[in-house]
């Protein structure tokens, strides 16, 4: 059967009065009965507030580092050690089902 | 009298929405690399807003719709789509060699059925002329290397003289034309140690199928004369590991393996450090044609309480179809001038299409070698496979997962469907299931609320360029 998961309308019960993000918790993907997948329910306004505000927000320098190592070719940025750094590459590039990859995930 | 319009809030991204556990949905938009979970209710005005109903202007949704702004659902400029299409005469500057049919392995679940099939060895001069052919190629171009990789049909290394000859061979070529070179193989890692000691020395990398756990290795992947194989792989793979070799591990899963699966992989993340390991249920080909299916709702749970072992050893592991963070149009080479040299110079577009006798060559197999030994193509062929990416596939069009798996393997597509229209497989579940989780992780790992997009995304993510080569 053709799945199908475009957005379209979904059947809201007296639950769903408000608008609620919910937050996922770290165990997903990993929770194999999938319970205890969100942490706890936010509205939209706390999401947003959150995520425009991060508590380690890039400095405007890093920020325009940060755009500039884009735009290098060979290099990506590491967003832990705030840096541009070199990517590593060894082995062939080609990664499938039958042939496993030993250098940085390159697809064709 | 002014009358000011307010202009209403418009869709600007391919959205998806899936239904999660506790009435949730996520909202999946994988152009922009971003997702939420919501209830109803934000799935719901995200439509008003696609619908231009009066209520996508309701201000109590204002911060919901700003939310959809940061996330560039809402109100930002046009996603590209990442759509790379080949034209003209193949000019690939990676040649696959097909070095032989013959195997030192009997697996149970071979998809090439090697050792049942005819023997065949590449000749020196075949391996030599495709090598030529992508490094004049890599030259002309203006890139810096070109790469040569040995695989199967049968066990590469069988296939020795060719090996090392052809390696050779290119290693003076690159010199003489003054660009790099690389190599690997992939290989059943049952070598001996001379063997050992040249791929450490000569290749940049080696793709070692190992299924993990010894007694599971040894039922399934016997040598040819009988007998397990688990201590030579285990042997080799220490040799390489010693050796510094950039390595990776392919573990296969039959049905029987499934709740086996985190024993095995506990088994490698306890003692090797590849620098991946690939996790795939077996094909349903080769010999393992009539065997129970191994893509089941049972492999999904196993790979996920096998990623927890991995992870608390300080491993990752992967799927082949699921890869979020990285967008494409196509699941491997075949639609991108793939090009792979059977033993008789055949050229084929696939790694599990090796030989021109075998059903659907007549598909994949995309060239020769003349008279002159001059490649030839066949553009009829050609443009079949190119044609074989996901923005074409009727049935993929309204799957979350398109951009990310590429519409999966063609060759298994066409095995399982028996049609050139590709219309699913039990693999579609699998990579469904671990795409949702990949991007439920992002979720989570950008603190639980929203993923705004990786900083780090793999080179070969093709958002924003759309071209055409």
Redesign the interface.
């Known amino acids: 059967m053709k799945p199908d998961y475009q957005l379209k309308r979904v059947e809201e019960d007296s639950d769903d009065a408000m608008a609620e993000i919910s937050s996922v918790s770290p165990s997903a993907g990993q929770n194999l009965t999938r319970r205890g997948l969100f942490a706890s329910i936010v509205t939209a306004g706390a999401a947003l507030v959150a995520l425009t505000e991060p508590a380690n927000a890039d400095t405007a320098a890093q920020k325009k580092a940060k755009a500039k190592c884009k735009k290098k070719k060979g290099y990506k940025w590491d967003s832990k050690k705030k840096k541009c750094v070199k990517r590593s590459s060894s082995g062939g590039s080609y990664c499938s089902c039958n042939l496993v990859c030993t250098c940085d995930l390159v697809y064709y | 009298m002014t009358e000011i319009c307010q202009r209403l809030p418009k ?1 600007t991204a391919e ?11 996520l909202i999946y938009a994988p152009l922009r690399e971003t997702a ?12 008003d807003c ?1 619908e231009g109903s009066t209520r996508a202007a309701d201000p109590a ?1 204002e ?2 719709r ?2 959809f702004r ?1 996330m560039g659902i809402l109100d930002a400029r046009a996603e590209p789509k990442p759509i ?1 299409r080949f034209k003209g005469t193949p000019e690939p500057t ?1 040649v ?1 060699l097909f070095l032989t049919t013959a195997c030192n392995l009997r697996c149970t679940y071979c998809y090439a059925q090697a050792g049942d099939t005819a023997k065949k060895f590449m000749k020196p001069d075949v391996a030599f002329r495709g090598i030529e052919f992508v490094a004049r190629n890599a030259a002309r171009l203006g890139r810096d290397k070109f ?1 040569v ?1 040995y ?2 049909g049968g066990e590469p290394t069988v296939n020795w003289p060719t090996l090392t000859e052809s390696h050779a061979f290119a290693t003076t070529l690159a010199k003489e034309l003054g660009i790099g070179f ?3 193989t ?1 290989t059943n890692g049952v070598l001996r140690d001379s063997q050992i000691d040249w791929i450490v020395s000569h ?6 199928s190992f299924d993990g756990s010894p007694e599971l290795q040894d039922e399934h992947r016997p040598k040819v004369g009988g007998g397990g194989s688990s201590s030579q792989v285990i042997h080799t793979l220490t040799r390489f590991q010693e050796g510094g070799l ?5 573990v296969t899963v039959t049905a029987d393996h499934i709740p086996h699966l985190v024993e095995s992989v506990k088994f490698i993340c306890s003692r090797f450090k ?5 996790v ?1 249920p077996a094909y349903q080909m080769g010999r393992w044609k009539d065997a129970p299916s191994a893509e089941t709702d049972a492999f999904i ?1 196993a790979f ?2 096998a ?2 072992a991995a992870r608390a050893l300080g491993q990752e592991i992967y799927f ?2 699921a ?1 979020v963070g ?1 967008l ?1 149009n ?4 075949v639609t ?1 001038d ?1 090009f792979s040299l059977s033993p008789d110079g055949g050229v084929s577009g696939c ?2 299409v090796f030989a021109e006798d075998e059903k659907d060559a007549d598909v994949f197999f995309y060239g020769h070698t003349d008279d002159k030994g001059q490649f030839q193509f066949n553009k009829k062929r050609l443009a079949n496979l190119r044609a074989q990416t996901v923005d074409r596939h009727a ?2 069009s ?3 997962a398109k951009w990310n798996c590429g519409g999966d ?1 063609y060759n298994k597509s066409l095995k399982v469907n028996g049609s050139a229209e590709f219309q ?1 497989s039990d693999r ?1 579940h699998v990579i ?1 299931e671990l795409t ?3 991007i ?2 992002r ?3 950008a ?4 993923w ?1 997009g990786d ?2 995304s ?3 993510k093709s958002a924003g360029k759309e071209f055409l080569l």
């Open positions: 869709v959205t998806f929405v899936v239904p999660l556990e506790e009435k949730r949905y939420c979970v919501g209830n109803a209710r934000v799935v719901n005005h995200l439509m696609k949704y911060d919901l700003n939310l940061v790379t990676e696959t790469a990789i695989h199967g690389s190599s690997s992939a290749l940049n990398g080696a793709s070692v950039p390595y990776g591990i392919r590849p620098k991946r390991l690939q795939e749970d996920r309480e990623q927890v082949s179809g890869k990285h494409s196509h699941f491997c080479g991108q793939s790694f599990e049935f993929c309204t799957c979350f393997c699913g579609c469904r949702k989780d990949q439920l992780e979720i989570a790992k603190g639980g609320l929203a705004l900083e780090e793999p080179e070969g």
